[in-house]
């Protein structure tokens, strides 16, 4: 008898333990389809073809109190806001229950899809086809600009494919490729191992900021710095204005009819982890800066910028009415990401800022960033 009144209870306590099992499942699975229901429906077509010239700004890590604590640290309004359309932009990954990674976010805005974190424009083993390759299908130039080595998530997600954001072999050789026509960012040591296949693909190859001014001939550069400045940059170590420059001037000489130039400012996000929050500000103020200089160089031609953020970082909180000795590194929550909705802003030259927003929702996906862009460009 006592043996039956225990086979009773371990059936009892298993079918309660699978009950609850299916329930968390379900009560997951209806999040997802909450969270994706309503994907890849906003019709962006109106854009096709209004602006041939495309630059995406992504603060990595960079949330809507990042802006606001930099704006106060400096005592001035971002560049940013000043573009016309602007809105927010969720950023989940195929995860459930957790943040995105930067992997997962870069290649959901480099291709229009939805990954699990740490794929790099990969999912189920194929390759997704990314903006910089339909524009390049498109005989327009393509560029890369990073204040992160060059095969970090965000900026291999536009270049590259690979299983993981790990995979560095992979992804540097993926870059080796006739898609990208300009690389600018960090990790010199690691793409000196590569040199030689780079020049055999047609890439001048530079470690230093003065080897590339007024010195290269051809369409193909890679720049590998050592490391990227967020203010007094030199040859070495460069800042991201000086990099968006020339990576404009580039472009347009090499390609005047046309091309798509992604940039990233890398470190809103690595001082976000650190909660390093002044520092922080120095490199969001550097890429705020990089995007007054595109919208200063792009007047004159029929250009689109977006800008965007791949994430939040730091959970950082920010009180209205804060004064500069208010901001300290206090101010984070956490040193992860989080789920908080980022900001996107966007200028068309074609268009009024009156005119974006009758198109762009004022809540989008990371994924319509992909589609906006792409119809654009017409890619």
Wanted: proline share 2%; charged share 25%; net charge negative.
């Amino acid at each position: 008898m006592k043996k039956v009144r225990t086979s009773k209870v371990v059936l009892w306590v298993v079918s309660v333990a699978l009950v609850a099992i299916l329930s968390v499942s379900l009560a997951f699975m209806g999040v997802s389809l909450n969270r994706t229901k309503n994907l890849y429906k906003t019709d962006f077509s109106s854009l096709s073809g209004l602006a041939d010239k495309t630059v995406l700004f992504i603060g990595d890590g960079m949330g809507e109190n990042h802006i606001k604590t930099t704006e106060t640290y400096y005592g001035e309004k971002a560049f940013m806001r000043s573009l016309g359309a602007d809105g927010y932009v969720t950023t989940f990954s195929n995860r459930v229950g957790g943040p995105t990674d930067s992997a997962a976010a870069g290649s959901a805005l480099a291709t229009g899809q939805k990954y699990n974190n740490g794929e790099i424009a990969r999912h189920g083993g194929k390759d997704v086809k990314s903006i910089a390759e339909y524009a390049k299908a498109k005989g327009l130039g393509v560029g890369i600009v990073t204040t992160d080595n060059i095969y970090g998530a965000t900026p291999a997600s536009f270049s590259s494919h690979a299983n993981n954001r790990n995979d560095t072999e992979d992804i540097i050789k993926g870059q080796i490729n006739d898609v990208v026509d300009l690389y600018l960012g960090a990790g010199r040591d690691d793409y000196l191992k590569y040199k030689t296949q780079f020049e055999n693909k047609g890439f001048a190859f530079a470690t230093s900021f003065s080897d590339i001014l007024g010195s290269v001939s051809g369409d193909k550069l890679i720049a590998a710095f050592s490391s990227l400045s967020p203010s007094d940059g030199t040859a070495d170590n460069p800042t991201l204005e000086m990099c968006t420059e020339f990576a404009l001037e580039f472009m347009e000489s090499r390609f005047p009819n046309g091309y798509f130039l992604m940039i990233e400012g890398a470190h809103i996000d690595k001082k976000s982890h650190a909660n390093e929050i002044v520092p922080m500000t120095s490199y969001l103020k550097s890429f705020d800066n990089s995007i007054k200089i595109a919208y200063d160089k792009l007047q004159n031609a029929d250009s689109a910028i977006i800008v965007t953020a791949d994430h939040e970082t730091g959970g950082l909180k920010y009180n209205e009415g804060e004064t500069k000795d208010d901001i300290n590194n206090g101010l984070y929550t956490t040193t992860s990401h989080t789920e908080t909705d980022v900001r996107y802003f966007i200028f068309v030259k074609k268009l009024s800022a009156d005119e974006v927003k009758a198109v762009v929702p004022e809540k989008i996906d990371n994924t319509d960033v992909n589609r906006i862009a792409r119809s654009l460009l017409a890619a």
